[in-house]
């Protein structure tokens, strides 16, 4: 198997948007890539085995560290065994996690000890997402403006893992016991660079942090990853700043050809969006899609969660069903940004925010089989990875790549199932995108 696939790359989304934020960077950059949603079968692996990039889309961006023990140790295992040259887990850019949630730093301490080594490289920056990394230091763009993580207006008040540290070393060193060290600007621009690196990592015993703050740097961490890496597969953890850092140097050895064109998939007459997120971005993009041919629909998410929940859900679908059959596109909401944000009684019902989730899956799918819809979209980064697995997808390829809001391609669905075996959609996280986005979708614009 592995002589046969022989990836560069293979990874772990710790979401769904993430990872097909991956798979975007590689594919757009000559690197063909497929992500699949649980480990599949040899037949099924077979089928994408011209792939350099093999992905596996999870959701331990919202799940708690004993599940991380349970669910991330046999699919590293299995992600070790494609015998690719670098294995990455991919966390968000903004880097939001918590000791009890999406805890990083267990993650790394799995990995690390599943592939045997003394230390991880981590990357976080991405200067294409406009996230930066400076002296260990995060920072993220909001509407034209750059701020620190920690003073970020949405990231700082996350519903969930809210961003109070900038300092990644600071905000890692409460998730786990793991030494952090870093590997900071001035030590990626020396002229000596690759001398004090050695001597950085020479002894590590945990963690090192690769400062990203703009393409140079990025260039300068990708060298310093694929020269690092040791034989057998080498464990990497970040954001698609990874990707981006190491296409640069994969180029450099003459181990990647570029970029690739991908044909404009053309107009959809009707498409259908679910949305789990109650981010002010979202909250824009469904209001312009609403002044721009798309039916709006305000979904309470504890009728969802209720013991009445049936009849909500099918009244949901019928009100979607109603605005598509009129020639409408339709966007269904359970939060229109977050003066709307009901998370904290949702929070009181056990596993509701995985069973909202779910639920959008099964109202988008009812859409999609009754209306023999062709595309869709899914906003909310924890919402998608619940909610896709409803629509029994078994692997998404990328369709077409939106380099303007880079991290939120149009995917090709593929699977058994054949309502959704071909669907196009779009995966989309709060933050993500252009006030115009679902209509780019619907449209089949790349920008």
Not at 382 to 395: G, I, K, Y
């Amino acid at each position: 198997m592995n002589a046969q696939i022989n990836p560069l790359l293979s990874y772990y989304g710790d979401d769904l948007t993430g990872s097909t934020d991956v798979m975007e960077a590689l594919a757009s950059n000559g690197v063909d890539t497929v992500l699949f949603m649980d480990v599949p079968d040899a037949a099924l692996l077979k089928r994408f085995g011209h792939c350099r990039a093999i992905g596996l889309a999870g959701t331990s961006r919202s799940e708690t560290p004993d599940w991380m023990d349970e669910n991330l140790t046999p699919a590293f295992h299995w992600l070790k065994s494609l015998g690719a040259d670098i294995c990455h887990y991919k966390v968000c850019s903004t880097f939001d996690s918590s000791p009890y949630i999406g805890n990083i730093g267990k993650a790394v301490e799995i990995g690390r000890t599943m592939f045997g080594q003394p230390y991880v490289p981590v990357l976080v920056g991405a200067p294409q997402l406009k996230r930066y990394t400076a002296f260990g230091h995060l920072f993220a763009a909001y509407q034209g403006e750059v701020y620190r993580i920690d003073r970020h207006p949405v990231m700082s008040r996350h519903p969930v893992t809210p961003m109070t540290e900038a300092d990644l070393r600071l905000h890692l060193s409460a998730q786990t016991a793991l030494n952090i060290r870093l590997a900071d600007l001035s030590m990626l621009a020396a002229a000596d660079a690759e001398n004090r690196i050695d001597d950085l990592c020479r002894d590590a015993n945990g963690m090192v942090l690769f400062d990203v703050d703009s393409p140079e740097s990025q260039s300068q961490a990708g060298h310093q990853l694929l020269r690092l890496r040791r034989g057998g597969g080498w464990f990497v953890a970040g954001s698609s700043g990874v990707e981006y850092a190491l296409l640069a140097a994969w180029r450099a050895a003459g181990l990647t050809e570029g970029k690739t064109n991908f044909p404009l998939p053309g107009k959809a007459d009707r498409i259908a969006v679910v949305s789990g997120s109650v981010s002010p971005t979202t909250e824009r993009q469904i209001r312009h899609a609403t002044q721009n041919g798309f039916s709006g629909i305000n979904l309470d998410p504890l009728e969802l969660l209720g013991e009445n929940g049936n009849a909500a859900l099918e009244q949901a679908i019928a009100a979607g069903l109603s605005s598509l059959k009129r020639g409408d596109s339709v966007v269904l909401n359970t939060a229109l940004g977050p003066s709307a944000d009901r998370g904290g009684d949702i929070d009181r019902i056990p596993g509701s925010r995985h069973r909202l989730g779910r639920l959008l899956g099964t109202i988008l799918r009812r859409l999609v089989e009754e209306q023999q819809l062709t595309r869709a979209v899914i906003a909310g980064g924890d919402t998608s990875s619940h909610a896709l697995r409803e629509l029994h997808v078994q692997a998404l390829t990328t369709l077409l790549p939106l380099p303007q809001t880079p991290g939120s391609p149009l995917c090709t669905a593929h699977g058994a199932y054949a309502a959704t075996n071909g669907l196009q959609i779009a995966l989309k996280g709060g933050q993500v995108g252009s006030d115009g986005y679902f209509a780019q979708i619907r449209d089949g614009l790349q920008g």
